[in-house]
């Protein structure tokens, strides 16, 4: 081995992780942007130039990492989602679900909550935007059947089953509720309350001790 090539290996891959890092930055920075925007200019009043501006990046990169606005504004909330799957895939298989989802709760949404003006901010997004609903609920589809194959890896059962797509289901749209039903009053309590209480009353009838 030369000390070209000696040299040359480690070079190249920190290059690619680089560039990565880079693009995950760049992605995060122009939704960062846009939550920003939106709150003070409103969805509508805001374009994609005024937010590839806001990260001194061209449409033409925008459009690389979002499609849309409504890719754009999907992505904001779907960080902390994936952490949460992941979160409730990691917990113990002998943990009862109503307990892995409280924990999964805790360890990677809560801390997100905490800016309650941001979230309230996001949700009043979703709720006051026609083109969001309609895109938002076409995810929340999405996570339905998510929850349903973690719900079946801890069950040792079919995620199509029926009973698995009702719980997952139950599970995703009682999160968003409780979200929104904490959005909406004007006490400043924490929203993790909320869904802590809406996973308790959802547990009664349908998850499992």
């Given amino acids: 081995m030369t000390v070209d090539s000696m040299t040359m290996e480690p070079t190249e891959i920190p290059r690619s992780g680089l560039a990565v ?9 122009l939704a960062e942007a846009a939550a920003a925007l939106f709150s003070e200019r409103g969805y509508a009043g805001t374009t994609i130039d005024d937010i590839a501006a806001a990260v001194d990046v061209s449409p033409r990169t925008f459009f690389r990492y979002f499609p849309t606005k409504e890719d754009l504004v999907v992505a904001i909330g779907a960080t902390s989602l994936d952490q949460f799957f992941e979160a409730l895939k990691d917990r113990p ?3 009862s679900l109503q307990v892995a989802l409280r924990e999964a709760v805790r360890h990677s949404l809560a801390a997100g909550w905490e800016d309650t003006a941001k979230v309230r901010s996001f949700l009043a997004l979703l709720r006051d935007t026609p083109a969001l609903r309609a895109r938002w609920l076409e995810e929340a589809y999405g996570n339905r059947d998510r929850m349903a ?3 079946a890896l801890r069950t040792n ?4 089953d029926l009973r698995n797509l009702l719980i997952a ?15 909406d009053q004007d006490a400043e309590a924490d929203a993790s309350s909320f869904v802590y209480r809406g996973l308790h009353e959802l547990a009664a009838p349908l998850l499992p001790n």
């Fill in 21 to 29: 890092r880079k693009k995950e930055r760049t992605k995060r920075q």
């Fill in 169 to 183: 289901g139950a599970i995703t749209l009682t999160i968003n509720t409780a979200l929104q039903v904490w959005a």
């Fill in 149 to 151: 194959e973690i719900i």
């Fill in 157 to 160: 059962t079919n995620p199509s």
């Fill in 93 to 95: 298989p002998q943990e």
